[in-house]
């Protein structure tokens, strides 16, 4: 069963590649090379271009460094929010689930933050905190913070009460409880929001990184790429932030399956 | 019961006032207005953006000090720039809504055909869910560029990326819950032998649209955020614009931002965002009615 999912999944994949060949192959030389861009024409571009060029731009970028060195940065800064922005988002989160008065307390700041789009924080950030790195890495943990927040208190609130009250009954202590009860379930929502808040944090370090255009960086290589424009360059940008977004996306997959374990798994 | 209820939002008031309150007091004792604005001057500046300023000529310093006289509110770099464009919160406001909007509008259909397709048919899932997963992983504001150079200078490089990312948004919803209905009802609905459209419209859609809405709270947010984004790279106006001081951020990091302004539209931004919220939640509300 398993072997046919995954012939199938390279067949198709195989197919997309065939077909990206072709029709690159097909169109070389007649989409047009001179683009309007805004204010000037620009000559030489490949809209679509083919295997080779890509490759040779690959090798290019690849050798000079550029891919690996803006890769780190990037992958640093991203790392760095999501661990600063789940640690305070899970805290708040497990609290306002557990303790209704804090919640009501909480309740005002958190609606105002989830309802806020996070990139229209990214202007303020670097009046208070300037172009460095602390902007990028605070906006990335405030939209991190507030999905995970969420996530957590969710899941301390879909505690079924039985199992509260038959711990109690037991003679737990409440921090027994909790340590015991309520985060193992609530840990599936949270990781299912740290998924969602992984995928986030690229989508923000990408506009994050336009703003204080520094090399080495994978926003501006994209926007670099984009000014003159060097469509391959372009291409292996977006591809290579794919690639991270989907393998942030597996790792934390594989986390989750290893530490919810001992959880019955119906598929 | 209803004491508890009353609590509550005592507190939750009392929250929200003693933030403002706070914020308030360090604002005017820090008397840095390039970074704190104080509660007035917010106050002030969203005025002064309500309020249609008259398009100044652009010629000579004179002229603009006689429109200041004209104009209710603050003034700074970021305010005057704007108030030159004729720009206005409501307008930025309006232009931002319409462009998510539309990418709720043309995405949701689009992301639930593909969630639909996805889940109908094992042998579809097997071939397309890897090629999904490959375009879902592209961040939509990244694309800005690239959609650029092939449709030029116009809208559609702010309309594309929104739908892109609400249509990659409502895809699982779709997908899991139309999986789901396959196994439950879709046997039982065969036997008694509907077919096609029918089986669509009648069986699959209704059963898989309580999750599909509960999927679109999640839409409309990220639909908000890339219109935000996209106008705050390439867009002459919306909030995103608006939140850069008129024109693209790329073209103008050197300029000084008001923090007022920021403030003025980030809470407005976050207003927009709760009433669509709830306008979700009210839409989903009575086309469910029927679940239990």
């Known amino acids: 069963m398993v072997a046919v999912r995954v012939r199938r999944a390279v067949v198709a994949l195989v197919a997309l590649v065939l077909l990206y060949g072709i029709a690159a192959q097909a169109l070389h030389g007649r989409l047009p090379d001179r683009i309007w861009m805004g204010s000037h024409y620009v000559d030489n571009i490949q809209l679509l271009p083919t295997w080779g060029s890509l490759a040779e731009e690959g090798v290019f970028l690849a050798e000079s460094d550029i891919l690996a060195s803006s890769v780190l940065v990037s992958t640093r800064r991203v790392l760095a929010g999501l661990l600063l922005g789940s640690l305070v988002g899970i805290a708040i989160g497990l609290a306002t689930g557990r303790a209704r008065r804090f919640d009501a307390i909480a309740d005002p700041w958190v609606t105002f933050f989830r309802f806020t789009p996070a990139l229209a924080l990214l202007p303020l950030y670097v009046v208070w905190f300037g172009y460095g790195e602390l902007s990028k ?8 913070a507030v999905i995970t927040l969420l996530g957590a208190h969710h899941g301390v ?20 409880a909790f340590r015991r009860v309520v985060l193992p379930y609530a840990l599936p929502h949270i990781f299912a929001s740290i998924r969602v808040a992984t995928g986030l944090a690229w989508v923000t370090i990408v506009v994050a990184e336009l703003i204080d255009a520094k090399m080495p960086s994978l926003g501006y290589l994209l926007a670099l790429s984009g000014a003159y424009p060097r469509v391959p360059t372009m291409l292996i940008a977006l591809a290579t932030v794919g690639a991270l977004v989907l393998a942030f996306d597996l790792i934390v997959l594989f986390v989750h399956a290893r530490a919810t374990r001992w959880m019955r798994r119906t598929s | 019961m209803r004491r508890a209820i009353t609590q509550r939002s005592l507190l939750w008031l009392a929250s929200l006032v003693a933030l403002v309150g706070a914020y308030t007091v360090v604002a005017s004792l820090a008397q840095r207005p390039d970074v704190l ?38 003034s700074s770099d970021q305010v005057d720039t704007l108030v030159q464009q004729g720009v206005t919160l409501q307008d930025a406001l309006g232009v931002s809504t319409l462009r998510v909007l539309f990418g709720l509008v043309v995405g949701l259909p689009l992301g639930m055909a593909i969630g639909v397709l996805l889940g109908w048919s094992r042998r579809t899932d097997d071939y397309l869910h890897p090629i999904y997963v490959l375009v879902r992983s592209v961040p939509p504001l990244a694309l800005i560029t690239y959609i650029m150079l092939w449709l030029g200078h116009s809208e559609a490089h702010r309309l594309i990326p929104i739908v892109y990312a609400v249509a990659t948004t409502a895809v699982i919803p779709t997908y899991h819950s139309v999986r789901d209905v396959s196994a439950r009802y879709l046997v039982a609905a065969r036997s008694l032998g509907a077919r096609g459209s029918l089986l669509v419209t009648k069986v699959l859609l ?25 106008e705050m790279l390439m867009a002459e106006n ?20 008001d923090p007022a302004v920021i ?30």
């Not at chain 2, 976050?270 to 009615?289: I, S, V, Y």
């Open chain 2, 263 to 292: 403030i003025a539209g980030v809470i407005t931004l976050a207003a927009a965002g709760w009433a669509m919220d709830a306008g979700t939640r009210l839409l989903r509300a009575r086309l469910t009615r029927w679940v239990r």
């Open chain 2, 37 to 74: 604005p104080t509660t007035p001057e917010i106050l002030q500046t969203f005025a002064a953006l309500v309020v249609r300023g008259q398009p100044a000529p652009m010629d000579g310093m004179g002229d603009m000090h006689h429109m200041h006289h004209h104009h209710p509110g603050r």
């Open chain 2, 238 to 257: 919306g909030m995103g614009n608006l939140l850069v001081g008129g024109g693209m951020w790329s073209s103008r990091t050197q300029t000084r931002s």
């Open chain 1, 137 to 144: 890495i605070l906006l990335i943990a405030s939209s991190v």
């Open chain 1, 157 to 176: 609130r879909a505690v079924p009460r039985v199992y509260l009250d038959a711990a109690a009954s037991l003679g737990a202590s409440p921090r027994l």
């Open chain 2, 206 to 230: 209704p059963a898989a649209s309580p999750a599909v809405l509960g999927g679109l709270r999640y839409a409309v947010a990220i639909a908000w955020m890339t219109a935000v984004g996209a």
